[in-house]
């Protein structure tokens, strides 16, 4: 139970953190965002400082913490419409977050706040980071959608 729980917020904040980076074509121009100071790498405080802005944003109703509907809000309409996929394929995404959600939400409440998110981002932070240098640099990030050259 342990071990699939950390696997699960392991994901979570994959996800969380960097949706576009994992799934976008455009992972750079992503990567560009996160990397404050625009130096090629993204530190650990220029994440936070990354996350806790999305939060700030995300959270509508300024409670402190994001119910699912501002989580689900946040998350969905970040990315470009895609014509070419079905309407089935939304949902999955749907569901995703949601056990997304599920999984940060370490206490139970329904409420997810920073200090839920921050382990989780740390934990994101030190997969990502493969050379353990504190820093990520483009070439750590995955690259789930290998595409030919040219
Ligand atoms: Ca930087
Ligand atoms: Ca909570
Ligand atoms: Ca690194």
Do not use: C, Y
């Not at 074509?25 to 130096?39: K, V």
């Amino acid at each position: 139970m342990a071990k699939f729980s950390r696997s699960a917020t392991a994901a979570a904040a994959l996800l969380l953190a960097a949706p576009a980076m994992a799934q976008a074509p455009q992972g750079r121009a992503f990567f560009d965002r996160w990397d404050l100071n625009h130096d090629g790498k993204v530190t650990w405080e220029e994440s936070w400082e990354h996350i806790q802005r999305r939060f700030v944003e995300a959270d509508a109703d300024r409670s402190g913490g994001l119910g699912l509907d501002e989580w689900l809000a946040a998350q969905l309409p970040g990315r470009p419409a895609r014509p070419d996929r079905p309407a089935p394929d939304r949902q999955r995404e749907r569901d995703r977050r949601t056990a997304m959600f599920r999984a940060i939400d370490a206490n139970r409440d329904n409420q997810v706040t920073l200090t839920e998110i921050r382990p989780v981002a740390e934990s994101w932070f030190r997969a990502f980071d493969a050379n353990g240098d504190g820093a990520i640099t483009p070439e750590e990030l995955p690259r789930p959608t290998p595409r030919p050259p040219g």
